[in-house]
T-cell receptor
């Protein structure tokens, strides 16, 4: 299984600011994703991070609010822009194993917006 | 629309009291069904993948089974450390996995 490191693991931010979350994988993977998990809820896919091109966003998520970078096959960032308390969630990086088709997750970044 | 549901929403067991969690799915196609364990404030931890009806997988006190419409996660003689939220997800050959809402399991000593 892939080892996925996310940072920060948690942060408390002020309304109107932006925060960038980093995701580093210990091996090259084709497919990387960003999920959001709001308190008490299941996982919602934000976008697929495409290497060398713009991310593919799910309905309800836009690039201006959640810009994503994917400069290579082992690294991605998610920025949560102009934050409001409604953005308080756990943000999860995940990768799809090229060999087994299984989906693995990082430890998550718990974001609290005041 | 593809959908995954889980029941019960929450389950409280005494230590040693075996039980099962259910994951029902309605999808256009099934490449695989996945079970995860999630501890509070942590990312989901991969447990099992099931690919075809009749398949079973085991890991310690957990056994996952799959039919054409649902999957069960059987927990035998659970311990307090088995307390977590258990998520199932379906890969429907689409761009992403469809996740269920999860079952919160509490095992009391």
């Amino acid at each position: 299984s892939a080892v996925i490191s996310q940072k920060p693991s948690r942060d408390i931010c002020q309304r109107g600011t932006s925060l960038t979350i980093q995701c580093q994988v210990d091996s090259q993977v084709t497919m990387m994703f960003w999920y959001r998990q709001q308190p008490g809820q299941s996982l919602t896919l934000i976008a697929t991070a495409n290497q060398g091109s713009e991310a593919t966003y799910e309905s309800g998520f836009v690039i201006d609010k959640f810009p994503i970078s994917r400069p290579n096959l082992t690294f991605s960032t998610l920025t949560v822009s102009n934050m409001s308390p409604e953005d308080s969630s756990i943000y999860l990086c995940s990768v799809l194993s090229d060999w087994t088709g299984e989906l693995f997750f990082g430890e998550g970044s718990r974001l609290t917006v005041l | 629309e593809d959908q995954v549901t889980q029941s019960p929403e929450a389950l409280r067991l005494q230590e040693g009291e075996s039980s099962s969690l259910n994951c029902s799915y309605t999808v256009s196609g099934l490449r695989g069904l996945f079970w995860y364990r999630q501890d509070p404030g942590k990312g989901p931890e991969f447990l099992f993948t099931l690919y075809s009806a009749g398949e079973e997988k085991e890991k310690e006190r957990l056994k996952a089974t799959l039919t054409k419409k649902e999957s069960f996660l059987h927990i035998t003689a659970p311990k307090p450390e088995d307390s977590a939220t258990y998520l199932c997800a379906v890969d429907n050959y689409g761009q992403n996995f469809v996740f269920g809402p999860g079952t919160r399991l509490s095992v009391l000593p």
